[in-house]
């Protein structure tokens, strides 16, 4: 039997106060697969991708991680295989390029060696190599993070998630404090490197074009429910006026 890469299965979640963040949500994704969740702030997003993380606990519901259930106990095997990109980044600002995308494979590096900041040369040159994959190879890779762009800075984030080879990336709002353009560039980016190294993605996001554009598949949430669950190409002005009214 095949089973789907995530399994979320009548997930719901309530904070105090009996707010209602997630409400009996049902999704499958599979291997290589690109998703956009659209929706307005609050609706359910970031929660959602904070319960795959293992960030906010579960309330009802289970997730399966190619059949492992979160509740068994395998986070290691769980979260070695899950990356994720920020929306603020999440970089050492004062570290260089290379050093934060060498953190993104931090689980697979002995601990004496991160103490000593004695990174293996495979881990070196995986690193490099990811840099010239995410563009920055006109760039000195002892740079520190701070003197970046914050597309620059992006791309340094999505290098991280690359050099663990995850099966999938979590992106929670991985292009709100970029212009247009450079939003542009760095889904495309996250797109064809996702790709290109067979890894799924799950990835929140405010633009409809951009989503369009993006993904697959959208997933349109609201107020903690999945309105629609259907291929790109196939969502109608319908869709988005149910999900913005």
């Given at each position: 039997?095949?089973?789907?890469?995530?399994?979320?299965?009548?997930?719901?979640?309530?904070y105090?106060g009996?707010?209602?963040?997630?409400?009996?949500?049902?999704?499958?994704?599979?291997?290589?697969?690109?998703?956009?969740?659209?929706?307005?702030?609050?609706?359910?997003?970031?929660?959602?991708?904070?319960?795959?993380?293992?960030?906010?606990?579960?309330?009802?519901?289970n997730?399966?991680?190619?059949?492992?259930?979160?509740?068994?106990k395998?986070?290691?095997?769980?979260?070695?295989?899950?990356?994720?990109i920020?929306?603020?980044?999440?970089?050492?600002?004062?570290?260089?390029?290379?050093?934060?995308?060498?953190?993104?494979?931090?689980?697979?590096?002995?601990?004496?060696?991160v103490?000593?900041?004695?990174?293996?040369k495979?881990?070196?040159?995986?690193?490099?190599?990811?840099i010239?994959?995410?563009g920055?190879n006109?760039i000195?890779?002892?740079?520190?993070v701070?003197n970046?762009?914050?597309?620059?800075?992006?791309r340094?984030?999505?290098?991280?998630?690359l050099i663990?080879?995850?099966?999938?990336?979590?992106?929670?709002?991985?292009?709100?404090?970029l212009?247009?353009?450079?939003?542009?560039?760095?889904?495309?980016?996250i797109?064809?490197t996702?790709?290109?190294?067979?890894?799924?993605?799950?990835?929140s996001?405010?633009?409809?074009?951009?989503?369009?554009?993006f993904?697959?598949?959208i997933?349109?949430?609201?107020?903690?429910n999945i309105l629609?669950?259907?291929?790109?190409?196939?969502?109608l002005?319908?869709?988005l006026?149910?999900?913005?009214?």
């Open positions: 039997m095949v089973y789907p890469l995530l399994k979320i299965e009548s997930v719901s979640k309530i105090p009996n707010v209602l963040a997630l409400n009996n949500v049902n999704i499958n994704i599979d291997d290589n697969e690109i998703i956009a969740i659209l929706g307005s702030s609050g609706s359910g997003k970031s929660t959602l991708i904070r319960t795959i993380l293992g960030l906010t606990a579960l309330n009802y519901g997730i399966f991680f190619r059949n492992n259930n979160y509740k068994d395998n986070y290691k095997m769980i979260r070695n295989s899950v990356a994720t920020y929306q603020n980044f999440n970089l050492v600002t004062r570290s260089s390029i290379i050093k934060n995308i060498i953190l993104g494979d931090i689980a697979k590096v002995s601990s004496w060696r103490l000593f900041n004695l990174w293996p495979e881990t070196i040159n995986k690193a490099i190599d990811i010239e994959e995410v920055l006109n000195d890779c002892n740079k520190r701070e970046l762009s914050g597309g620059q800075q992006q340094v984030g999505i290098a991280r998630a663990s080879a995850p099966d999938i990336i979590l992106a929670d709002e991985p292009v709100s404090n212009d247009p353009q450079t939003a542009r560039d760095i889904l495309r980016l797109r064809e996702a790709k290109k190294n067979k890894i799924s993605v799950l990835c996001l405010h633009q409809v074009d951009f989503a369009k554009n993904a697959d598949r997933i349109g949430m609201k107020e903690g629609f669950d259907k291929p790109a190409k196939k969502i002005k319908f869709d006026n149910k999900l913005y009214k």
